[in-house]
């Protein structure tokens, strides 16, 4: 079957800190890779997005390439801010099917 | 943001109480979809819509029902609600984008069941 797997977290850094949270997945069929991003309180955002192998996404300062050679989709960012802090899901879907999720990854970033 | 909002937002009821939760759209997306979030599960899929009165189940659809009579409302039902449905409830769309689909979701329903 489909699924996701996070790295499990609570992430902290320090400002200015390079981020890597990894994501891996297993899909029957080609499957299109996402990271939602939700702020405290909030909804889920669409953070970016990548339909197929070796597509880069990217938005805000954060990347994450579409690896199907290592089923990853892992995302980063060069230099994280205060702001950044919040749960990182990383999602799949394959076409005709329903979005999948990792279980989250929570990310603090201090100052 | 899509154009999604769900009522209420935050409730707190008692156990065997029915509860209706509802997701409006204002762009006439064909799909939308209710999810829940718990700790350590992520979100997972209770049911889906694909037309007005067209629906289907998900991951974790026992105890729940769905209605959708009109394009903008998507409507979710506990008919007895349990302790275990304590939950943040989330609704999306799906809007195809360059032959992609992708989902953006509402701001989120807060559900205790005493």
């Known amino acids: 079957g489909n699924s996701v797997t996070q790295m499990e977290g609570p992430v902290t850094l320090s400002e200015e800190a390079f981020l890597t949270i990894n994501c891996t997945y297993t899909a029957t069929g080609y499957p299109s890779l996402f990271w939602y991003v939700q702020y405290p309180g909030e909804g889920l955002q669409l953070l970016l997005k990548?339909?197929?192998?070796?597509d880069k996404g990217s938005n805000k300062g954060f990347e994450a390439t579409y690896r199907k050679e290592t089923t990853s989709f892992h995302l980063e960012k060069g230099s994280v801010q205060v702001s950044d802090s919040a749960v990182y899901f990383c999602?799949?879907?394959?076409?005709?099917?329903?979005?999948?999720f990792g279980k989250g990854t929570t990310l603090s970033v201090s100052s | 943001d899509a154009g999604i909002t769900q009522s209420p937002r935050h409730k707190v009821t008692e156990t065997g109480t029915p509860v209706t939760l509802r997701c409006h759209q204002t762009e006439n997306h064909r799909y939308m979809y209710w999810y829940r979030q718990d700790p350590g599960h992520g979100l997972r899929l209770i049911h889906y819509s694909y037309g007005v009165k067209d629906t289907d189940k998900g991951e974790v659809s026992d105890g729940y029902s769905v209605s959708r009579s009109k394009t903008e409302d998507f409507l979710l039902t506990l008919e007895s609600a349990t302790s275990s449905q304590t939950s943040v409830y989330f609704c999306?769309?799906?809007?195809?984008?360059?032959?992609?689909?992708?989902?953006?979701f509402g701001p989120g329903t807060r559900l205790t069941v005493l």
């Open positions: 999602a799949l879907r394959v076409k005709g099917t329903a979005l999948i």
């Open positions: 999306a769309i799906s809007e195809r984008t360059g032959g992609e689909d992708t989902q953006y």
């Open positions: 990548a339909t197929k192998a070796d």
